[in-house]
């Protein structure tokens, strides 16, 4: 019983030291702390239904999904091997433009500012990583708004992998879940348009060093 129990502590032993070296393997392999600077492109699907638009000439014309993407550079600090946080901005632009139909809008924009198809995303972000591997999933949470047209808050949440490159470079991809200022229109005696925020799933793809 002595020898079994002899036994088992340096078992115990060993596989702490193994544990030990390989953290210290994997803290000279990448970096695990520090100033990072984040880069990501992503595509939002905005689930509202069917708006109607009235122009002067062509009448009533049906919008439906805008096709936003959004494209942001964010800089923040990652404290250890799990968390992250980072302060970012960027452009959101929708590839339908209710412009583009060459004809004047009747409808009415309610809203600050006039209808435009860019907006400007300013937010908070959260990353917390789920292992200290190469291959990495982790949690994605970010608050903000869009503060140049729709004044809209912006919440988002997603689940991603990322992809340890080197010491310091990261490729990451991540599916997320957020909400997004959609087009809307009114008819009948008051013609008017405007956004109201709509649940959106997306996927974006980013970089980091």
Do not use: H
Request: positive net charge; charged residues 20%.
């Amino acid at each position: 019983m002595k020898r079994l129990f002899v036994y088992a502590l340096c078992l115990m032993m060993t596989a702490l030291c193994f544990t030990e070296n390989n953290a210290k393997a994997e803290d000279a392999q990448y970096r695990n702390s520090g100033l990072i600077n984040s880069f990501e492109a992503g595509y939002k699907y905005p689930i509202a239904a069917e708006t109607k638009l009235v122009y002067e000439n062509l009448g009533v014309r049906k919008v439906n999904a805008t096709n936003p993407l959004e494209f942001t550079y964010s800089i923040g600090y990652k404290f250890n091997n799990w968390v992250a946080l980072s302060v970012g901005s960027g452009i959101s632009y929708e590839t339908v433009d209710i412009r583009g139909y060459g004809d004047k809008l009747i409808s009415e924009y309610e809203g600050p500012g006039k209808y435009s198809n860019m907006d400007i995303p300013v937010f908070l972000d959260l990353d917390v990583y789920m292992t200290k591997t190469k291959v990495q999933p982790f949690f994605s949470f970010r608050g903000g708004m869009y503060v140049l047209n729709s004044s809209a808050l912006m919440l988002e949440g997603g689940l991603g992998c990322n992809m340890r490159l080197g010491r310091r470079c990261n490729l990451y991809v991540l599916a997320t879940a957020s909400l997004y200022p959609a087009l809307w229109g009114t008819m009948g005696e008051d013609l008017t348009m405007g956004r109201r925020n709509v649940l959106a799933p997306g996927v974006k793809i980013g970089f980091s060093l």
